[in-house]
């Protein structure tokens, strides 16, 4: 397996992957209009940057890096950028995927300049914390935000070396 920046012709491959990772947890079943988010994240002409992990041209999982800007949903500051749509295929999980996708994004938001690296996660999403807080994140329960009304996302942060 590899970790390496996503090709154009592999974005609407991307976004099917984590729109099928997302059902799978029935991460939608809240907001299933996200869907078309989870689809279009990296496809534009947005500020992020998608990685893929891949296996003899098998797409395993995939992770945007986001820098902060103005619709930022947890970055406040310049020095501060966000994990988005971590998402490894159903029949890939436990393979180590989403830990390699993680060291992955943060070396590139690194080398980007972040001090803070952010995320938000679902309360519900125990495995995905479990990476997160292994691989040094923080619960920063002061970021915690609501996209919907009765529904928090959980945030986390990550101090990176300067």
């Known amino acids: 397996m590899i970790v390496r920046d996503a090709r154009p012709e592999e974005m609407a491959s991307t976004g099917e992957l984590r729109v099928a990772a997302y059902e799978a947890q029935r991460l939608l079943d809240v907001s299933p209009g996200y869907a078309a988010t989870l689809r279009a994240l990296g496809a534009g002409d947005g ?13 395993l999982g995939t992770v945007m890096f986001e820098p902060r800007h103005e619709g930022s949903e947890v970055a406040r500051d310049p020095a501060e950028g966000e994990i988005r749509a971590l998402a490894v295929a159903p029949d890939a999980r436990g393979r180590g995927v989403g830990r390699a996708l993680v060291r992955a994004v943060t070396d590139l938001a ?3 300049g972040v001090r803070l690296l952010l995320l938000s996660t ?36 990550l101090d990176l070396p300067r």
Do not use: H, I, N
């Not at 500020?47 to 797409?59: N, Q």
């Not at 995905?128 to 996302?153: H, I, K, M, N």
């Open 47 to 59: 500020p992020g940057e998608v990685l893929v992990a891949v296996e003899e041209d098998r797409l």
């Open 110 to 112: 690194a080398r980007r």
């Open 122 to 157: 679902q309360s519900s999403m125990t495995a995905a914390q479990g990476l997160y807080l292994s691989e040094g994140f923080r619960r920063l329960p002061e970021r915690d935000w609501q996209p919907l009304p009765s529904f928090t996302l959980l945030a986390f942060g």
